[in-house]
């Protein structure tokens, strides 16, 4: 590659976005030459932004919050991947046209399964929240097949809806998969027991604070995902520690991944993740 590649991250809050730095260590590794800018848009700004990026030959923009959603409706072709999700955190130009995709669950599922050795299939899991970033990740999770999959929310008609609409657009009698929805009660969290729980809830990362979860809930929990990443263990992964989980992880090799997908969709190269995996950049 001769030419600068164009790339960018957008969303609000992006201050502390890791990504700049995640992708110029991916395109050092083959000598690439890259721009990645850092631009604070919100859902209002978005296509105006787009389109002028694009315009200025841009070839590739990470999307985060609050964005996801909204960038679904700026793509010329949006691929399943991300209709699934119902969210799109990477937008690229490809032959004249704007591609729309999904990389969150990919990355998801590869720190789960290559990384963190912990495979999904016959698993139970627990995913608390039923926002943005859950919806993004349960049609790859319920791809490997996991025995029963549950969603707990605290707000509880957001997380029917959330299961009304994923029974309109995934087969899980085909996964064997059984989906359950409910809130945050004891009644309907140890209801069961679980392999794996993952955190999607905002609350670590707006106040610090967790849910104050049942300490039996992580009898038996192989591992205790939390979706977001910190310098610190989060509130929820404390939670987990003490309650008996014996791994816990934070998302940031997930947004490695993720980063590196939405790498090789940009340049057709696939980095090498290790290096970054073992040093979160500080
Ligand atoms: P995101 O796109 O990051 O998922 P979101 O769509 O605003 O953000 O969703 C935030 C999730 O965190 C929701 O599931 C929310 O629960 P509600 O649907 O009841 O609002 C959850 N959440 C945020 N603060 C919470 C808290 N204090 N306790 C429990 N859940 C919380």
Redo the contacts with the bound molecule.
Sequence with gaps: MDKKLKLAVIGKPITHSKSPDIHQNFANQFNAKIEFGKDEVTPDTLETWLTDFFKNGGKGVSIT?PLKEAALNYADEISDRARLASACNVVYAKDKKLFGDNTDGHGLITDLENNLKVTLKDKKILIL??????RGIIPSIIEKKPAKLKVA???KS?VLLLKKDLEGKVDLKEKNTIFEAGD?SDDFLLDDSYDIVIN????ST?TGES?GLPKALFTGTKLAYDLFYAAEKTAFMQEALAGGAEKISDGWGMLVEQGAESFKLWTNLIPDTSRLLEKPID
Excluded: V
């Design positions: 919050l929240g039923a926002g943005g970033a859950a929310n605290r707000t957001k945050l999607s809830t905002s609350i707006q849910i």
